[in-house]
């Protein structure tokens, strides 16, 4: 437990704070453009959305466009959101600022503050974002945007319960959307609640059987099934997936728990020879020696395996080969790893359920990052650390 994989700018949940728009769209938007310079022409308020949006995409041709467009038209604070939100888009904050300060009317306050909002949460300033977004939505309780920037805000910050109310709203709102539903599976797997995150990963297929992320989605869902002990279910599932040594072992598991045995051999040994030091691998096939009663032949690979200082069950099973052979000092110091590494993993969730119950508190942020540092994961060391 206590694995969450948070991520920051432009990782899985940089495009989580982005408008559904892309692909097609950006012909229409571009089209769009070449329209509004010729009758009948759209709106002001069609071009500006058209501006942000291709703005977000990259499409900075046609952003360049709209803000040209824009003021030929004299609607120079609608070219200031447009051109604020592609200085946003290429990483310039601080000149985007300067630029939203020209944007007075009221009419367009909402969108000037979504888009500083956006720049807070770029640069990391989570209760700037939290102080912007929540009067707007007291006004306006289904602001998309806002509930998408505040999404990936709480859950940069490790605050789940707010990020999953909000990426709750999101999903609701925005129903084509697959990634909220993604997120939503993601974190319910990180905190071991397996069989609530299933439906979220279906929906989010549902909602996009093509999506970028289909393949490690695709994984994520199989690995919940097969925790669920939905072992026919996870094969179906990996079955749906270009073929990967973390799917083999992971359909190898489930053959395994189906009574399949030569064939969760074979798929292991395949693994193997692509990768003879890999950790989960070795410990499957050491499993399953030690299974079938060849507990000398067991003993090699679970050495090989318990090399990860950090490994439970493979210090676990080690423990039980070399007890089998009569190796019991040995067995003694394997089974203490495995006892210190199941308390710091049992301190790491304690934190984490601490974290996610008070969400402003920086020190149990520093405690999970050093937590994570003696766990041998310097990735959640420095998500941790960016949190606190």
């Not at 009574?259 to 096939?285: F, K, M, S, T, Y």
Request: charged share 25%; with cysteine.
């Amino acid at each position: 437990m206590g694995n969450l994989r948070f991520a920051s700018g432009e990782g899985f949940l940089g495009p989580l704070a982005r408008g559904g728009v892309c692909g097609l769209a950006m012909v229409a938007v571009a089209a769009s453009v070449t329209w509004f310079l010729q009758p009948p022409a759209v709106t002001k308020d069609q071009l500006l959305s058209m501006g942000l949006a291709a703005a977000e995409w990259g499409e900075f041709s046609v952003a360049r466009s709209v803000v040209r467009g824009l003021q030929e038209k004299g609607c120079e604070e609608e070219a200031a959101l447009v051109l604020a939100k592609t200085l946003i888009s290429k990483g310039f904050y601080q000149p985007a600022v300067d630029v939203l300060s020209a944007v007075e009317s009221e009419s367009l306050e909402t969108r000037r503050w979504l888009l500083l909002a956006e720049v807070a949460q770029w640069e990391g300033r989570h209760r700037a974002v939290e102080e912007m977004l929540k009067p707007l939505l007291q006004v306006q309780p289904e602001l998309l945007d806002a509930h998408r920037l505040l999404s990936v805000s709480y859950y940069d910050l490790g605050a789940i319960d707010g990020a999953l109310e909000h990426l709750t709203a999101v999903g609701r709102l925005d129903p084509n959307d697959p990634r909220p539903m993604r997120l939503l599976g993601l974190i319910h797997s990180d905190y071991e609640l397996y069989a609530e995150a299933i439906p979220f990963y279906v929906e989010s297929l549902r909602r996009s059987p093509g999506q970028p992320d289909r393949d490690d989605l695709l994984l994520e869902l199989a690995t919940c099934q097969e925790k669920q002990r939905q072992y026919s279910e996870a094969i179906d599932t990996l079955a749906q997936r270009p073929s990967s040594p973390a799917g083999e072992l992971l359909k190898a598991k489930c053959l395994l728990a189906l009574g399949n045995r030569e064939e969760a051999q074979a798929a292991v040994v395949a693994v193997l020879r692509g990768d003879p030091n890999d950790i989960e691998a070795l410990l499957l096939q050491g499993t399953i020696l030690l299974e079938d009663g060849d507990v000398q032949a067991a003993i090699e690979p679970l050495r090989h395996a318990a090399s990860d200082q950090n490994h439970y069950l493979a210090h676990v099973t080690f423990a039980k080969a070399l007890a089998a052979v009569g190796r019991d000092e040995e067995a003694g110091r394997e089974q203490e790893t495995a006892a210190r590494i199941r308390e710091t993993r049992q301190k790491f969730a304690d934190l984490h359920k601490e974290a996610w119950e008070n969400p402003q508190d920086a020190d149990v942020r520093w405690q999970l990052a050093e937590t994570a540092a003696n766990l041998g994961r310097p990735d959640l060391e420095a998500v941790w650390k960016a949190a606190a």
